[in-house]
């Protein structure tokens, strides 16, 4: 990626370069590791994060409201309990990204590539996933909501 600047979608926020997000992610895995008790959780909300380079970051309960992750590169990141409802993670490739337990209610994931994603417990109530390639088997429970959601508003 190159070290264009990340841009807040909200007006009030401050811009963000690489080496910033990097700061924030080095905060949080100690935050995480720590079990809260050192670095800081990090708080992505309403960052304009489009083609930033997160594979294998650990973003276990981060807050990322309103987040826009178009083409970021998700592969392998831990998303475990994170909360994120309003991001736009629309045709973003999650290779093997664990959102087990996350919150991803009104997410908008169209053409997205969740098919080897983890989705245990993940909350996708009003998820727009038009076009998403979803995980087999053990996750489709978890997914009827959206379904069936999808269903009713294309009739």
Do not use: Y
């Not at 670095?39 to 970051?57: I, V, Y």
């Amino acid at each position: 990626m190159s070290a264009h600047h990340l841009l807040p979608v909200n007006q009030w926020s401050n811009t963000m370069n690489l080496s910033q997000l990097e700061i924030i992610l080095r905060a949080h895995k100690i935050w995480v590791r720590s079990e809260g008790q050192k670095g800081k959780r990090a708080d992505l909300s309403f960052m304009d994060l489009r083609g930033a380079p997160l594979d294998n970051a650990d973003l276990t309960r981060a807050i990322m409201i309103g987040a826009n992750l178009q083409g970021a590169s998700l592969n392998n990141t831990l998303l475990c309990r994170a909360f994120m409802p309003f991001a736009d993670l629309s045709g973003t490739t999650l290779l093997n990204t664990d959102f087990s337990h996350a919150k991803l209610m009104a997410a908008n994931l169209r053409d997205a590539d969740m098919r080897t994603a983890r989705l245990e417990g993940a909350d996708l109530q009003g998820a727009m996933t038009g076009g998403t390639r979803l995980p087999d088997s053990s996750t489709k429970a978890s997914l009827k909501m959206v379904v069936i959601e999808i269903l009713v508003i294309r009739r």
